[in-house]
T-cell receptor, first 111, second 113 residues
Framework: SQQGEEDPQALSIQEGENATMNCSYK?????LQWYRQNSGRGLVHLIL?????REKHSGRLRVTLDTSKKSSSLLITASRAADTASYFC???????????FGTGTRLKVLA | GAGVSQSPRYKVAKRGQDVALRCDPI?????LFWYQQALGQGPEFLTY????????KSGLPSDRFFAERPEGSVSTLKIQRTQQEDSAVYLC???????????FGSGTQLSVL
């Protein structure tokens, strides 16, 4: 079963607006990663945040991690139509090697 | 190689047939993962290799599923006596070092009729 749950399941915004997606997980982790998946394609890594970090930035992406609440958020600023995709969080549990993915947020950016 | 390569890209099988899905990871990557992704869902973990050793196969749904990586590079996921519920995209990922990002292939879309 999947450890992570993402919220919202689907999000539709206008180009230029910001998009925020949230991920909750169940057990302690080594790190949390966000991935993007275009329809019918493989997953592309966006950003990795370690359990001792609280915030990371990469271009238009900002990720936060709150280990006390077992949650993370991904913010995409100034969204573009090309950002339309599904976004997944993945957690590596402490003491394990495997990455468990969330249920995903389907983002649609309208031009 | 330039990236993770999976073949075939699409596979149609009749119920009861055996199938073999191939994954070529990035050269030198120690870790290799297999995931199953149903339509509209997130990837579900199947199994994990470190070099040729299969360290975790807890996600394999039944004993019809078998994975190997005999020389620590190319991996094959085999499904025996396929069932309709096996229809999904099978994703392979490799990782260069522990706690680092995963590199995914484009997946094999399996349809069992």
């Amino acid at each position: 079963s999947q450890q992570g749950e993402e919220d919202p399941q689907a999000l539709s915004i206008q180009e230029g607006e910001n998009a925020t997606m949230n991920c909750s997980y169940k057990t302690s982790i080594n790190n949390l990663q966000w991935y993007r998946q275009n329809s019918g394609r493989g997953l592309v890594h966006l950003i990795l945040i370690r359990s001792n970090e609280r915030e990371k930035h990469s271009g238009r992406l900002r990720v936060t991690l709150d280990t006390s609440k077992k949650s993370s958020s991904l913010l995409i600023t100034a969204s573009r139509a090309a950002d339309t995709a599904s976004y997944f969080c993945a957690t590596e549990g402490s003491g394990t090697y495997k990455y468990i993915f969330g249920t995903g947020t389907r983002l649609k950016v309208l031009a | 190689g330039a990236g993770v390569s999976q073949s075939p890209r699409y596979k149609v099988a009749k119920r009861g047939q055996d199938v073999a899905l191939r994954c070529d990871p990035i050269s030198g990557h120690v870790s290799l993962f297999w995931y199953q992704q149903a339509l509209g869902q997130g990837p579900e973990f199947l199994t994990y290799f470190q070099n040729e050793a299969q360290l975790d196969k807890s996600g394999l749904p039944s004993d019809r599923f078998f994975a190997e990586r005999p020389e620590g590079s190319v991996s094959t996921l085999k499904i025996q006596r396929t069932q309709q519920e096996d229809s999904a995209v099978y994703l392979c990922a490799s990782q260069g070092a522990a706690n680092e990002k995963l590199f995914f292939g484009s997946g094999t879309q399996l349809s069992v009729l």
